[in-house]
C-alpha cells in the first residue's frame, strides 16, 4: 500500500464549477501538507501549503488537512480552463523538508 | 533570482552509457532532492543532501550517485544507463521545512 494514495482521475468539469480533490495517507507522522499544480511538460509549481491540521484559503484554492481521518483535500472555485493541470498532494515529516512523499496526482480538465 | 535550474532540458543515452544531470539553485536553500516522475507514479524520490557533504537515499536510488559540494550544485549521475531509467527527472531545493521548489526537469531516454 502506498503512504500517499491520490485518484490519478482524469477528472473533466465544466467552467465555473467547484473542483474537490483528495488525498488519503497512512503515516500519522506527517506534518507538512502541499498541493503543487503541475502543467503539461513543467516542473511542479507550489499552490497551498498547510503545517498540520486546518484550512487554508488563497483566493479561488482551499486547502483542508483532518488528521484524525489522514485526509487532505483541494478546493477550486470558479474553475476555469487556466485551472487544466494535473494536482500533486505531497506531505513531509517534520524537519524533513528535503524528502516529500507525492500522491499520483490527478489530472484536471475545465471545458469552457 | 533564478531559482532552481537544470541541465540539460532533453538527453538521450544508449544503454550502459554514463551521464551527469546537472542542478543549480540561488536561493541558499539547506535541503535539495531529485526526483523521477513517470506515468502514473507520481514523483518518486532518488536523493536528497540536507547541506554541504552530506547526502541520503531516497525511495528509488539504485543506479545513481550524488554528491554536494557547495550548497549551489547537486548534480546526479547515472552510473550505466539502463532503459528502466527513462523518465523526467526534477531537481528541487527548500528550507528545512516543507516547500520545495521544483527545476524545469530533464527529459532522459535510454535507448
Known amino acids: 500500500q502506498k503512504e500517499v494514495e491520490q485518484d490519478p482521475g482524469p477528472l473533466s468539469v465544466p467552467e465555473g464549477a467547484i473542483v474537490s480533490l483528495n488525498c488519503t495517507y497512512s503515516?500519522?507522522?506527517?506534518?507538512?501538507f502541499m498541493w503543487y499544480r503541475q502543467y503539461s511538460r513543467k516542473g511542479p509549481e507550489l499552490l497551498m501549503y498547510?503545517?498540520?491540521?486546518g484550512n487554508k484559503e488563497d483566493g479561488r484554492f482551499t486547502a483542508q488537512v483532518d488528521k484524525s481521518s489522514k485526509y487532505i483535500s483541494l478546493f477550486i472555485r470558479d474553475s476555469q480552463p487556466s485551472d487544466s493541470a494535473t494536482y500533486l498532494c505531497?506531505?513531509?515529516?517534520?524537519?524533513?523538508?528535503?524528502?516529500?512523499?507525492f500522491g499520483q496526482g490527478t489530472e484536471l480538465s475545465v471545458k469552457p | 533570482n533564478a531559482g532552481v535550474t537544470q541541465t540539460p532540458k532533453f538527453q538521450v543515452l544508449k544503454t550502459g552509457q554514463s551521464m551527469t544531470l546537472q542542478c543549480a539553485q540561488d536561493?541558499?536553500?539547506?535541503?535539495m532532492s531529485w526526483y523521477r516522475q513517470d506515468p502514473g507514479m507520481g514523483l518518486r524520490l532518488i536523493h536528497y543532501?540536507?547541506?554541504?557533504?552530506?547526502?541520503d537515499q531516497g525511495e528509488v536510488p539504485n543506479g545513481y550517485n550524488v554528491s554536494r559540494s557547495t550548497t549551489e550544485d547537486f548534480p546526479l549521475r547515472l552510473l550505466s544507463a539502463a532503459p528502466s531509467q527513462t523518465s523526467v527527472y526534477f531537481c528541487?531545493?527548500?528550507?528545512?521545512?516543507?516547500?520545495?521548489?521544483f527545476g524545469p526537469g530533464t527529459r532522459l531516454t535510454v535507448t
Open positions: 528541487a531545493s527548500s528550507y528545512v521545512q516543507g516547500v520545495q521548489y
Open positions: 503515516n500519522s507522522a506527517f506534518q507538512y
Open positions: 498547510t503545517y498540520s491540521s
Open positions: 505531497a506531505m513531509s515529516l517534520y524537519n524533513q523538508g528535503g524528502k516529500l512523499i
Open positions: 536561493m541558499n536553500h539547506e535541503y
Open positions: 543532501s540536507v547541506g554541504a557533504g552530506i547526502t
